[in-house]
Each structure stands twice: as C-alpha cells, then as structure tokens.
C-alpha cells in the first residue's frame, strides 16, 4: 500500500510541486503584501455600502432566520422580505459557506476575511487546474494561475464582494472548452451517459448558476452559444448539442434558485418599485477596451499623470476602471483580437475558440454594444456590463500561456539552451507584470477600520444595554430600502449599522419599497414629531435613533429642540457625534398611562393595519368630493377627464392625501399657468401647454379638513353641442390616500 501511494506521488510530483509553488505565493502574497495578518482578517471587508446588502446583512439574517428571505428585525414593527430584491440571495453557494464558516469562527467579520482569503486560493487552484485540462504545461499554468488571481478586480471589486469571488469563472470557459473539443459529451444512448464528464459539468453548473450576483451565469451562456454556433459552423447543427444542454443546465439551476421569488410575486404580485433599470444605464457602466489596457495601480510617474488625466477628463467613468487586464492580459488581448483575422488551421488552435468567445464578450460589455441592444429590446437588468472584463481576462492570459507552451514544446525542445533561456525570459516577463499589479496595503488602514469598527460596537452596545431585549427602534430620517441615492451626507444602507452591531433589538429601516410596510413607514416618517412620537409609544418602539448626516443644520436643531422638550433625556451619541439615541421608555410610561390596555391594543391594531391606497382615480375615495372636474372619458386603452378653469378637491378630515399626480394638457397653442392652493394659500405653480405637464403635489400632513383649489387661464374648448366648462384635459392620474387622520383625532 505504502508502495502504491508513493508511486502515485511520484508521478504527480510536478502537480505536487506546483500546488507548494501556487500554496507559497498566496501565503507570502496576502500575508506580507497584502498584510492580512490573524489581527487584520476582520477588517478586509468594513461594512459599507453594498457590502450591507450584498454580505452582513443575508448572512446575518441566515445566521437567526436559517434563510435568507425574512428578517424581523428590519423593517419593524412588520419585518421584512427580501424575495423581492434577489440579488441578497442568488449567490446561495457563497452565502452557504459563509454560514458553515461562521458556526466556526462565531464572527461574521472574521468569517467573510477568511472567505476571502480562501477564495484567492481557490483563484490559483481552479485556475491552474483549467489551465491543465486545456493542456498547457505546468511552468505556464502556474504563471498563469498567479497573473489571474493578481488582477486588479480581486482587490478593487472587493465592495461588489460576490463579484470579486471570481474562482469558478475559469470553470466557465473549461465548460466551452470540453463542449467545443469533446464530441462524447451528452451522447444518450448505450452507455454513453455514464461517461465522467457529464456528471462533472452538472456539478460546474451548480456553482457558476449559483455565485456571481446573476451576471456570471449569464455570461456563462452567452459564451456557451458562441461556442455552439462556431463549432456548428465547422461541422454540423447537432454539434450544438453539448452546449445547448450545459445553458439549460445553467439557466435551469439559475432560475430554480429564484423559484421563492416566483411563488412570492405569484401570491402578492410584482414588486414594479425594485430594481427599475434604464436601457441607457448599460452605456454609463459599459466596458473601454482603453480601460483593459491602462493600469488601475500604475507605477511611474508619467504613467500616474496619465491614468489620472483619462479618469478626470474622460466620461463615464465609474466602476468600469477596474477593467485592467494587466500587461499579460493587455497583450493576450490584442493577438486575440489580431488573431479574428487568421484564416488557415484556425480552427485547429484553442486560440481560435478564445478568440471568437473574447470578441463576443466584448461586443457584449463595449459601450453600445450588444447589452445596449439587448437592454432596449429584451430587458435592462443587466446593466453593468463592464464586469466581462474578468472573462476577457482569463481567456487573455490562457492566450499567453498557450502560445508560450506552443513555442517552448514545438519550438525549442530540441535546443535545451534556448530552451531554459525562453523559460528564463517567460519567468521575468510574468513576474514583472505580476509585481506590476500588485498594490501593498498601508498598515494604517487596518488601524483605522478597527478604530472605527470599535467605535461603532461601543455605540451600539450601549444602546441594547439600555433597552429591553427585542426592543423595536424607530430610525431617522426615512430611507426607502433598496437602491436609493445617499440622503445629504448620510452614506447609503448605513441605517443597517444597527442590525449588524446588535443582536436582539429591532429597527424599523429595511422595509422593502413597493410594499405596504414602506407605505406604512412613509406614512408615519411625515408626521408632525409631536404625533409621530405618541403612534411610535402606541405601537410599542422603545428608542429613537437618528443619523445627523441625513438632515440639514437648521432641521436637525429643530429636531433635537422638539425630542429634547418630548422626551426629556439626553441622547446616547456615537464619537462622531452624528448619530443619536432617545430612549422612550420614560415617555411610554407616562403616555401610555393615559390610556387602558383595550385602549392601547385597540389604537395599536388601527395604526398597524391602516388603508393605504394607491389609485388611478382622483376621486374614487369617500373621503375626497370635487367641483369643476368631470367624469372620466375613455377611448380604447386611453381615458381622460376634463376640468373647469377653476376645480375644487374637498378631502374631508378622515383622510390624508400625501400625494397627487396627473398630466395637464392646455387647449391652446400657448403656454398658460395652473396654480394650486390649499385652504387659501398657494402651494404650487405651473406652465402648462398642448403637449402636457406633470403635476406632482406631495402635500404637507395638516389635520383637519382640505380644499385644494385649481385655477388655470387656459382657454376654453369650444365643442357643438357639449356645454360643459372644458380647460384642461387630465391623463395619467394617481393619488396616494391612507385613513391615519381617523387614528389620529383619538390620539389624547
């Protein structure tokens, strides 16, 4: 046995060798370059931005729920879910290791450093091993493994956390590779199904349907088409066969991850407020073929100067900077594109694969290209197109690497001194662009994540040390969830903070937008302070938390001033001095006092289950009347009404209206004025001619009865035998209505 084992060893002993060689160059790379010291590991990732959604917060809420879908402490008092958005959930491989490693490290920041540690490793191991499967040697496999994981997208992406884990995208190009070479693959019939490949490519599929936030299975199957389509070319349809399979294998699996999305959206409908792309969005993150060539860490001088001058001057400059393919991969590119041009024996080199997959990816990813086309006229959610650049660049260095094999087993075999000169000169041209690439990471960055990272749990901690345990928070300002712009100066998702420096209290940001608990938060977030603190102490919220950064200077004095006399406390505040805490558990003992227990349960059950409407009709609510409006006309799939030159709406006092839209068309060639008032005082104006205007009037909560009084100089449509008061024609109408004012006249 002994024996037999050594022999094995024996005959691997280059692959042996090459995984120390591989094993050592992480090692020496991530600990002295990149400094990720035992110490250092939790703060390779701070959670900031998309690192919230993305990372902390589905692993989190894996780590209490089991799954990813539900979190009750977000969005209280009602929870949120999280089906509609999933993008928190379509990378179920990584989130699954996730949550294996963090019942080990018990820390969610250690677990996701270490994960992507981890996943550096498995960039050099899968690529080496791809590399080899494609019959490249093992001198160049290695160098090419090492040039891979040092693009600059492993560290620049890092906030993209999913995309940056790009470890099974050489798998993608192995799966092309095998249907374009190996005519056995999914052939049903004796016992060729039993053959090793297929049940190898099933479990491929399994991982690259499920990592990549949606957009590396994706391209996964564009690259498997292409591969069909050229090998079919060559010889015959049915050559397509293996790759039309592999796509169904990825897009079946891909879409069976999102099957609670679909039975979610079958029982509550199509959440239309999440994730609404632009067609144009594909141009403003598309791909620069200048982009792969600079260097995102350049080294010289002039080479800074002008890297800095192209990302200051040029437009659309984004995310798509971290493209750099590296010199390597810069090289690989060109001869890729240069060899579209060879004719003869083409086909007969793996080059020429890699060629045809590289120029359709991308005409993919360029600004203009084929995502644009396919973003106008199939669907607009894949947007950010710029990261094929991962794909080009492996096929880039694959290139290399299989030309540097070519020459040094076809070319120089025989000649053993040019021989070891050529692999000298492959050795250094690697290892300068390897150098060339790296960045070392300043101690001092360490330093101030922990510093900070410590600040934030010290803030926090106090706050669940001075609440009950499930205490639900109340958080301000209101921010929808998800994909908003920053408010002010307050950075995006921050208001997650809360969630993941704390373990049993509950905070009302998170609710999902579309649905009603972000309707409900809306509704309660435009309140007067003084009303808004006596429905959050009847529905049961314990503390008010604030971020100072999302209100201007002269709001958030007068917002102080007013919980300072309510509350009668002093806040909790961060170091910063930009976040607060109030508790209310002074306040909930002498409000709730008021009133008896069925008081309180029944005032709670009316707040919590309030009639939020959204509708298409102005004036299709009891609680709204009207004067001067007429009734709506329809003519196929169109419909309007007509309204006098002057309009009344009357919203009785049971309801509040917080918003009105519609479109106002004038019937003259000019352009005239609509003016808006409410209870005598002017709130909004408008121009408004032939082609139409939006008016949109957010109104301000008052309580009490409403008469908002349109008045318009646009003259009046003459029509034979039709006597009614026409000015201005009305489409498009919507109004956003909830019953709150009702609760409100019981509040004491």
């Known amino acids: 046995?002994?024996?037999?084992?050594?022999?094995?060893?024996?005959?691997?002993?280059?692959?042996?060798?090459?995984?120390?060689?591989?094993?050592?160059?992480?090692?020496?790379?991530?600990?002295?370059?990149?400094?990720?010291?035992?110490?250092?590991?939790p703060y390779i990732l701070m959670p900031d931005g998309d690192a919230y959604i993305l990372v902390y917060i589905p692993l989190k809420t894996m780590m209490e729920n089991s799954w990813p879908y539900f979190s009750n402490r977000l969005g209280t008092p009602f929870g949120t879910e999280f089906i509609d958005f999933p993008v928190m959930?379509?990378?179920?491989?990584?989130?699954?290791?996730?949550?294996?490693?963090?019942?080990?490290?018990?820390?969610?920041?250690?677990?996701?450093?270490?994960?992507?540690?981890?996943?550096?490793?498995?960039?050099?191991?899968?690529?080496?091993?791809?590399?080899?499967?494609?019959?490249?040697?093992?001198?160049?496999?290695?160098?090419?493994?090492?040039?891979?994981?040092?693009?600059?997208?492993?560290?620049?992406?890092?906030?993209?956390?999913?995309?940056?884990?790009?470890?099974?995208?050489?798998?993608?190009?192995?799966?092309?590779?095998?249907?374009?070479?190996?005519?056995?693959?999914?052939?049903?019939?004796?016992?060729?199904?039993?053959?090793?490949?297929?049940?190898?490519?099933?479990?491929?599929?399994?991982?690259?349907?499920?990592?990549?936030?949606?957009?590396?299975?994706?391209?996964?199957?564009?690259m498997l088409i292409t591969t069909g389509l050229v090998k079919s070319r060559l010889k015959s349809i049915k050559a397509m066969r293996a790759s039309i399979i592999t796509v169904i294998l990825v897009g079946g699996i891909f879409l069976a991850n999102l099957f609670p999305l679909f039975v979610y959206q079958y029982q509550f409908g199509k959440n239309v407020d999440i994730a609404n792309r632009q067609a144009f969005e594909s141009e403003v993150y598309g791909l620069k073929l200048v982009q792969m060539i600079l260097p995102t860490f350049p080294k010289t001088d002039i080479m800074k100067e002008k890297v800095g001058e192209y990302n200051k001057t040029a437009p659309?400059?984004?995310?798509?900077?971290?493209?750099?393919?590296?010199?390597?991969?810069?090289?690989?590119?060109?001869?890729?594109?240069?060899?579209?041009?060879?004719?003869?024996?083409?086909?007969?080199?793996?080059?020429?694969?890699?060629?045809?997959?590289?120029?359709?990816?991308f005409l993919w990813g360029t600004i203009g290209g084929l995502a644009t086309i396919f973003s106008l006229f199939v669907t607009p959610v894949y947007r950010s197109n710029n990261r094929v650049s991962i794909f080009i660049a492996f096929l880039a260095i694959a290139t290399i690497c299989s030309l540097g094999n070519e020459i040094k087993e076809n070319y120089l075999r025989r000649n053993k001194k040019l021989e070891k000169g050529f692999i000298i000169f492959s050795v250094a041209i690697f290892s300068f662009s390897i150098v060339a690439q790296m960045q070392r990471t300043d101690p001092s960055v360490y330093k101030n994540a922990k510093n900070e990272m410590k600040q934030e749990q010290k803030f926090f901690s106090a706050?669940?040390?001075?609440?009950?345990?499930?205490?639900?928070?109340?958080?301000?300002?209101?921010?929808?969830?998800?994909?908003?712009?920053?408010?002010?100066?307050?950075?995006?998702?921050?208001?997650?903070?809360?969630?993941?420096?704390?373990?049993?209290?509950?905070?009302?940001?998170?609710?999902?937008?579309?649905?009603?608990?972000?309707?409900?938060?809306?509704?309660?977030?435009?309140?007067?302070?003084?009303?808004?603190?006596?429905?959050?102490?009847?529905?049961?919220?314990?503390?008010?938390?604030?971020?100072?950064?999302?209100?201007?200077?002269?709001?958030?004095l007068k917002l102080k001033m007013s919980l300072a006399r309510l509350l009668k406390v002093e806040p909790i505040r961060n170091t910063d001095n930009n976040k607060l805490f109030y508790s209310m558990l002074d306040f909930d003992n002498h409000y709730l006092s008021q009133y008896s227990a069925y008081e309180i349960e029944n005032l709670k059950n009316i707040l919590l289950n309030l009639e939020i409407e959204k509708k298409n009709d102005?004036?299709?609510?009891?609680?709204?009347?009207?004067?001067?409006?007429?009734?709506?006309?329809?003519?196929?799939?169109?419909?309007?009404?007509?309204?006098?030159?002057?309009?009344?709406?009357?919203?009785?006092?049971?309801?509040?209206?917080?918003?009105?839209?519609?479109?106002?068309?004038?019937?003259?060639?000019?352009?005239?004025?609509?003016?808006?008032?409410?209870?005598?005082?002017?709130?909004?104006?408008?121009?408004?001619?032939?082609?139409?205007?939006?008016?949109?009037?957010?109104?301000?909560?008052?309580?009490?009865?409403?008469?908002?009084?349109?008045?318009?100089?646009?003259?009046?449509?003459?029509?034979?035998?039709?006597?009614?008061?026409?000015?201005?024609?009305?489409?498009?109408?919507?109004?956003?209505?909830?019953?709150?004012?009702?609760?409100?006249s019981d509040l004491k």
């Open 1 to 41: 046995m002994l024996q037999y084992f050594m022999q094995k060893i024996k005959n691997q002993k280059k692959t042996i060798c090459s995984i120390i060689i591989l094993t050592v160059f992480g090692i020496g790379y991530f600990y002295f370059i990149r400094g990720y010291r035992l110490e250092n590991i």
């Open 89 to 222: 959930y379509t990378d179920a491989i990584h989130l699954f290791c996730l949550k294996v490693l963090m019942y080990i490290v018990q820390n969610e920041f250690l677990a996701v450093g270490i994960y992507y540690i981890i996943s550096g490793f498995m960039i050099l191991y899968i690529s080496y091993i791809v590399l080899r499967q494609m019959k490249i040697g093992y001198l160049f496999s290695v160098l090419g493994a090492i040039t891979y994981l040092m693009v600059p997208y492993f560290i620049e992406r890092i906030e993209h956390f999913w995309l940056c884990l790009y470890q099974f995208i050489p798998l993608s190009i192995l799966l092309c590779y095998w249907c374009y070479y190996d005519d056995r693959l999914f052939i049903f019939k004796k016992d060729e199904w039993k053959y090793k490949k297929n049940f190898i490519i099933f479990i491929i599929t399994v991982f690259i349907s499920l990592t990549g936030i949606a957009y590396y299975p994706f391209y996964t199957c564009i």
């Open 316 to 361: 659309l400059v984004n995310e798509n900077a971290t493209a750099d393919l590296g010199l390597i991969g810069a090289v690989g590119e060109i001869i890729l594109l240069l060899y579209l041009f060879k004719i003869r024996d083409a086909d007969k080199n793996k080059i020429f694969l890699f060629s045809r997959l590289n120029v359709i990816l």
């Open 463 to 556: 706050i669940e040390t001075s609440m009950p345990k499930g205490a639900m928070i109340y958080q301000m300002p209101y921010s929808a969830f998800p994909e908003v712009p920053p408010l002010l100066k307050m950075p995006d998702y921050e208001a997650l903070s809360g969630m993941l420096y704390t373990e049993n209290l509950k905070w009302s940001f998170g609710a999902m937008k579309g649905r009603y608990n972000d309707e409900w938060q809306r509704t309660i977030a435009q309140m007067p302070i003084e009303e808004k603190i006596k429905i959050l102490s009847i529905i049961g919220f314990k503390g008010i938390y604030i971020d100072c950064r999302g209100y201007s200077d002269k709001d958030l």
């Open 618 to 744: 102005l004036f299709s609510s009891k609680n709204i009347t009207e004067s001067g409006f007429y009734k709506k006309e329809k003519n196929g799939n169109s419909n309007w009404r007509w309204m006098s030159n002057k309009a009344t709406m009357t919203i009785s006092s049971n309801a509040w209206v917080e918003r009105i839209q519609f479109k106002a068309f004038a019937t003259g060639d000019k352009e005239y004025y609509l003016k808006v008032s409410m209870n005598g005082n002017i709130i909004a104006a408008y121009n408004i001619n032939k082609d139409g205007t939006l008016v949109s009037l957010n109104l301000p909560y008052e309580y009490g009865k409403k008469n908002i009084v349109f008045e318009t100089n646009s003259p009046r449509i003459e029509t034979q035998g039709d006597d009614r008061n026409m000015h201005v024609k009305i489409r498009d109408e919507n109004i956003s209505i909830n019953n709150i004012n009702f609760v409100i």
